[in-house]
């Protein structure tokens, strides 16, 4: 079975700018989460999309948004770039709503933003 | 805050000693508490998990034990390996509501095992 796919892996973006990741979950996945890593941070919870729905949004200004398709593909999008969201963006897949049951993770799109 | 804390960032064991990691949590809704290990320019892999209900739970090498009035949980890696060296996150799951459930990660203790 293949994992949780992210592309692109790598991504530069000039402030101001906006940018659109993308994440394939596992198949038969129907939840899909998104993290942002920085250095000293964790993983900062970004939200959460069940069946084309958002089920539960973190602390993230509204220029952070994203969506699921049909196929539990989600997409997330970051406008009005700032240099604070250089970052390692997670996406994780669990066939239930996350939190009651292990994620899978992909290994994340790093977006720098000069 | 915090609610989710590794108070270690790093951690140095020698080749066949054990590994532990800490985790302290705060807020006493979370039943079910999950430890995820990273590798360097990978997506954390899940490692084991406990539910509030039991005080133990092992898988191999791995053990993670709950201490629910202390509001503390550990990962004990017995015995410790190169290849575990790793950051390893702690992760707590409380149920918020409207079928959905509120995760939390810690910041991740850096574990390095020294052959």
């Known amino acids: 079975k293949a994992g949780v796919t992210q592309t692109p892996r790598y991504l530069i973006k000039t402030r101001g700018q906006q940018v659109t990741l993308s994440c394939s979950p596992i198949s038969g996945h129907r939840s899909v989460s998104w993290y942002q890593q920085t250095p000293g941070q964790g993983l900062q919870f970004l939200f959460e999309?069940?069946?084309?729905?958002?089920?539960n949004k973190g602390n993230f200004p509204g220029r952070f948004s994203g969506r699921q398709f049909s196929n539990s593909r989600s997409e997330m999008n970051v406008s009005t770039l700032e240099l604070g969201d250089s970052a390692l963006y997670l996406c994780?897949?669990?066939?239930?709503?996350?939190?009651?049951?292990?994620?899978?993770f992909g290994n994340g799109t790093r977006l720098t933003v000069t | 805050d915090q609610q989710v804390k590794q108070n270690s960032p790093s951690l140095s064991v020698q080749e066949g000693r054990i590994s532990i990691l800490n985790c302290d949590y705060t807020?006493?809704?979370?039943?079910?508490f999950l430890w995820y290990k990273k590798y360097p320019a990978e997506g954390p892999t899940f490692l084991i998990s406990i539910s509030s209900i039991k005080d133990k739970n092992e898988d191999g090498r791995f053990t993670v034990f709950l201490n629910k009035s202390a509001k503390h949980l550990s990962l004990h890696i017995v015995p410790s390996q190169p290849g575990d060296s790793a950051v390893y996150f702690c992760a707590a799951s409380a149920y918020s509501g409207a079928g959905s459930y509120q995760l939390t990660f810690g910041k991740g203790t850096k574990l390095s095992v020294i052959p």
């Open positions: 994780a897949s669990s066939p239930a709503i996350a939190g009651n049951s292990p994620l899978h």
């Open positions: 807020n006493s809704m979370f039943d079910y």
């Open positions: 999309y069940f069946s084309e729905t958002q089920r």
